[in-house]
């Protein structure tokens, strides 16, 4: 197997991790592909800023009680420390030392989906989080199991509504559709029967634990998937990732994160789900089973991607020197790229891919871009921390495929760097 | 990077996409909806009122208004709207009563995304519009005034551009990229095309900011500047069928009485001088102007003299070609026959959607295997 080009490793870089600092794919060049794919995935330890106050859930609790005014208070309390929350991930996500790790936590947060626009606590959603980002790149079937017992999970999917003679099938719902199989391999019986296992499963929001109540749960037996018994949930998910199916639902998520919006061949998908599953749902298993696909290599896919709203800005302040934005500021520009961290639109998550970009979101994305580049007193700065290297080096680190608007005619690194940036295809890995 | 090596390089550049671009402007549509956002979730029943309903004087001891101007059926409407009577009597006003849905949300963010894309299990992300109109590569399909959120025109497909207003729409736009480029991959393709989305719309909305505008008088709020771009965008031939637009205020928890009416003059004034402006420039019959809300209030008044989040509420529609009068079915508000004391829907949302798109733009309906179109136009 030959070895990595610079543009190669951009490549793996720019797809698995946060942006491309020059040092980290500047050593992975020469490399095999399996080399560099080991060298990548072996984590730094992780370590998260401090969290931020929270007020405890019974002090807020007291204050909704107290009046209409109180409940008004606890609103826009919730709301200050939502966004000490989303600062909180924005801060870790520019400043960690395992970016691919931080990636998947974010890949998994789009997969396993909460908001705190209906979980209102912003504590539980940070437990969800330190949940997914321990998970990452763990075991799936574990993190599934967590996730089911998460206290925000059951608040967002109203597993704690979820009691016998009263079933809520939203949670059940759910893991069938977007956890695990997806639509058309399950029927509406399978999720009736899938939410009668989970009655009972609750949250005690003051301690952010998860809760079971024996007088809640539905004890009867009931049919699921062609199976007989008094299932409990936990037993459901294992029903479920006994299929074939959900490893390779997973498999095409994979797809689409690493590879292309366009549709997998089905081939592939079957020998990555055999592979997943033969490993009981080892996370680095598959991705390492994507990452040395000739796939994922192959030209045709190159600079089809789109950067998500973190690639985009994230991406860019970890790549280059510019100076560094309030964490505030960046959230900020998140959400109005349309990535509201921890308040995903819908229930799907972000759909991604080319809807990333809209009439709205290009504005944003080109203003960003242009202010950041400006001719400035901190961007003269910025011109001797970038690498020495050649023009055609410079290309390959910053842009997927050939730039596709004229460069400047005027040398200059720091123009350079701004036409590159400013180019259509810096939008795109 | 040296000077040799950056030349070393551009040279390998082709010089393609470099003509400049032109934007063809089209012709405007014959069959055009302004959308009215009534945000904060407008009191239905004290807009039109069922003034001879005891239940109506029982539940709102403070609030009910006594003075509403009859229009039929035992119904009445608010007595700022008095503005818009004559297009009552000319039968250019109709009123579809009891709209929402099943198992209402009543969080104003859930419920303002179930209206405007169209699903009440809030798993679609695409407007109820862009799943309604074809999305065009030579203009937009619609313009959100005073919001930089696309709502019912967003989503994959969607074709809107949303801004403050034209002027500071103008500025953003300024430093995006206004060549052509060859688009080798499906991405490119969509961003090439989102650009000159953009650019049309620009390039429009510079020739109109030095067009001529209606001459009649709009209100000067907040709410009449915006109808009146709106207007000066349609006499002047933009290429447009959807233009949305917001009221902002209607959260009345507490002390609704005065602010409520106050909405209600600038909702009739605004109108009022938008119908007027259409049909002097002689396109009233190309218009269609409808109101929607996140939901209605709760049909007994508070402590506070507000109302709270509620469900069922009607929605004004209005036009040349509009079939005037009441339709659909008021919903009783007999305390026995409320849900957790709301109005119960007696007319599905999406049947509002269907007639624009069946019966106005002659378009398919998205939601025909459940939702049949009304006769209000």
């Not at chain 1, 705190?116 to 539980?124: D, S």
């Not at chain 2, 040296?2 to 069959?31: C, K, T």
């Not at chain 2, 074709?159 to 300024?174: G, I, W």
Request: proline content about 6%; glycine content about 8%; some cysteine.
């Amino acid at each position: 197997m030959g070895r990595l080009s610079f543009s190669d490793t951009r490549h793996l870089v720019t797809r698995t991790a946060l942006g491309a600092e020059w040092g980290g794919t500047k050593a992975l060049e020469g490399k095999t592909r399996q080399e560099a794919i080991n060298i990548l995935l072996t984590s730094a330890p992780i370590r998260t800023p401090g969290l931020p106050a929270l007020t405890p859930w019974a002090n807020v609790t007291r204050m909704k009680q107290q009046s209409n005014m109180g409940k008004k208070r606890a609103r826009k309390m919730m709301k200050i420390e939502g966004q000490r929350l989303k600062n909180w991930w924005i801060k870790h996500l520019l400043h960690t030392d395992a970016p691919v790790n931080e990636h998947m936590t974010l890949f998994w947060h789009n997969h396993f989906t909460s908001s705190l626009e209906k979980v209102e606590q912003p504590h539980l959603l940070y437990l969800q989080n330190q949940l997914l980002r321990k998970n990452a790149m763990g075991n799936f079937r574990k993190m599934l199991h967590a996730v089911a017992r998460d206290p925000a999970m059951l608040v967002y999917l109203d597993g704690n509504k979820n009691i016998k003679g009263s079933p809520n099938e939203n949670f059940a719902r759910e893991l069938l559709e977007l956890f695990t199989l997806g639509r058309g391999h399950y029927n509406e019986t399978d999720v009736k029967a899938a939410a009668i296992a989970f009655t009972g499963w609750g949250t005690d929001r003051n301690k952010g634990t998860y809760t079971y109540s024996q007088v809640k749960h539905d004890p009867r037996t009931f049919t699921f998937m062609g199976k007989t018994g008094a299932f409990s949930g936990d037993q459901i998910i294992d029903i479920i990732l006994e299929k074939p199916r959900a490893a390779e639902y997973l498999a095409e998520k994979f797809w689409k994160e690493f590879i292309s919006d366009n549709h997998p061949d089905p081939r592939v998908i079957k020998r990555w789900g055999a592979k997943f599953k033969k490993s009981n749902y080892s996370i680095k298993v598959l991705l390492k089973e994507v990452l040395n696909s000739d796939q994922f290599w192959s030209s045709k896919y190159r600079g089809t991607l789109t950067k998500s709203p973190v690639d985009l800005v994230v991406g860019t302040l970890r790549t280059l020197p510019f100076p560094k934005l309030s964490a505030g500021k960046l959230s900020h520009i998140c959400q109005l790229l349309g990535q509201d961290l921890f308040d995903p639109p819908t229930v799907k998550g972000w759909s991604g891919g080319t809807a990333w970009i809209d009439t709205q979101t290009l504005l944003v994305r080109t203003s960003l871009l242009n202010k950041l580049t400006r001719h400035s007193k901190a961007s003269e700065k910025m011109q001797s921390y970038l690498p020495k290297s050649t023009g055609t080096e410079v290309v390959e680190w910053l842009l997927p495929i050939a730039p596709v608007l004229p460069l400047p005619t005027t040398p200059g690194k720091r123009r350079m760097v701004r036409a590159l940036m400013l180019d259509p295809v810096y939008q795109l890995k | 990077m040296n000077r040799r090596d950056f030349l070393q390089y551009s040279s390998l550049m082709p010089l393609a996409g470099m003509l400049p671009d032109a934007f063809a402007a089209g012709q405007r549509p014959d069959q055009i909806v302004l959308l009215v956002h009534l945000q904060g979730a407008n009191d239905g029943l004290n807009t039109l009122i069922p003034y001879r309903d005891d239940f109506y004087y029982k539940a709102r001891p403070k609030l009910a208004i006594k003075k509403g101007i009859p229009l039929k059926n035992n119904m009445a409407m608010n007595p700022y709207l008095k503005d818009l009577m004559p297009l009552w009597e000319q039968g250019q006003m109709a009123w579809v009563q009891g709209v929402g849905y099943s198992r209402p949300s009543r969080s104003h963010f859930h419920s303002l995304d179930v209206w405007e894309t169209a699903s009440t299990r809030h798993n679609e992300d695409r407007g109820w519009l862009t799943r309604v109109l074809t999305s065009r590569a030579s203009a937009v399909n619609g313009i959100v005034l005073g919001d930089n959120d696309l709502g019912p025109m967003g989503g994959r497909g969607g074709s809107a551009v949303a801004m403050e207003d034209p002027a500071t729409f103008l500025r953003q736009t300024k430093y995006l990229n206004k060549r052509n480029y060859r688009a080798s991959n499906a991405s490119l393709a969509h961003m090439l095309n989102v650009q000159n989305q953009i650019n049309t719309a620009a390039h429009e909305l510079e020739r109109i900011h030095h067009a001529k505008r209606s001459r009649v008088k709009f209100p000067p709020s907040r709410f009449g500047r915006k109808l009146e771009q709106v207007t000066k965008m349609i006499i002047n031939g933009m290429d447009t069928p959807v233009y949305k637009v917001t009221l902002e205020g209607f959260d009345t928890h507490a002390g609704q009485m005065d602010p409520h009416n106050n909405l209600m003059n600038h909702l009739g004034g605004g109108l009022k001088a938008f119908s007027d402006a259409m049909k002097q420039a002689g396109l009233w019959n190309n218009v269609l102007v409808m109101t929607y809300s996140e939901f209605g209030r709760r049909v007994a008044e508070n402590k506070s003299g507000g109302t709270d989040h509620g469900a069922a509420a009607p929605q004004l529609v209005l036009g040349g070609r509009v079939r005037g009068g009441l339709h659909g079915r008021q919903p009783s508000l007999a305390p026995d026959k409320l849900y957790d004391g709301d109005l119960v829907h007696t007319v599905d949302f999406r049947q509002m959607y269907a007639t624009l798109a069946q019966r106005w733009w002659r378009r398919p309906n998205p939601w025909a295997n459940q939702h049949r179109p009304l006769p209000f136009v």
